[in-house]
């Protein structure tokens, strides 16, 4: 537990050290939330029943702020490792190989704290309402920041088996097929048959709508179990696919 502390602690001093590498990916889910709300909300009045009194902006938020957090941040400072040497140190340094993904994960826990906050702070000065209260403002940063962690193990994964930065960043764009595949713009119901199929079989929609039902109704049961084991699984398999690929490093 202490190797994991001390990594823990280096990588949350990355976040603040290197702002550069931080702030630039919060730029398109800022850009998608204002764009959005520019082309949709006046599609979708507050009368709108699905919207519950709120402008769009409130629906269009929860997206936006798993947006901001599902990054490869963590892979990206795994392969800087790797090229600088950095990292063979730590693998023949006499703690466990563990360490070095549980120490990563801590900084994408902290990094998306602040990413999800920033963006919750920006839909509020939309117009944003958090329906089930300062409690709920909480719940839903702690949920966007863990479904980072969660996701961070795609990148972990590619940084180790590749080695390579360029692909490690491509590894972003896996995400986009899962967000876009959801029921981003309007509730599930309202997608169409194929899309509506592959929306409920996407484990990203259980993530966005626990988040909404804190946004636009309070607190909803149903929705923010579902959220949250769609989160533990999802950080279970994929941190286990990274643990495995760091277990197996240079084998």
């Known amino acids: 537990m202490s190797d994991v502390v001390l990594l823990a602690k280096r990588s949350v001093r990355e976040i603040y050290r290197t702002p550069a590498a931080t702030l630039p990916i919060l730029f398109i ?21 699905f919207l519950h009194g709120q402008p769009y902006v409130a629906f269009q938020l929860p997206v936006s702020m798993i947006f901001a957090v599902s990054t490869a941040q963590s892979g990206l400072a795994l392969v800087t490792d790797i090229d600088i040497g950095y ?18 994960l801590a900084a994408d826990l902290v990094r998306g704290l602040l990413a999800s906050a920033l963006v919750l702070l920006v839909g509020l000065a939309f117009g944003a309402r958090v329906r089930s209260g300062p409690l709920g403002v909480l719940v839903l940063i702690a949920l966007s920041a863990l479904w980072g962690v969660a996701y961070a193990g795609i990148a972990q994964t590619v940084a180790l088996r590749t080695k390579n930065v360029q692909t490690t960043n491509v590894s972003f764009i896996i995400f986009f097929p899962l967000l876009f595949l959801t029921p981003n713009f309007v509730p599930i119901e309202q997608l169409s048959g194929l899309v509506q199929t592959l929306a409920r079989v996407n484990p990203v929609t259980y993530v966005i709508e626990g988040l909404r039902s804190l946004v636009l109704t309070g607190w909803d049961a149903g929705s923010l179990l579902a959220c949250a084991i769609t989160i533990v699984l999802t950080g279970l398999v994929l941190t286990a696919t990274s643990l495995h690929a760091i277990r197996h490093f240079n084998d």
């Open 87 to 104: 990292f063979d140190k730590l693998l023949t340094a006499p703690i466990r190989r563990t360490s070095i993904i549980f120490g990563r």
């Open 29 to 49: 889910p800022l850009f998608f939330l204002a764009v959005n709300i520019g082309q949709v909300a006046k599609t979708f009045p507050r009368s709108t029943p």
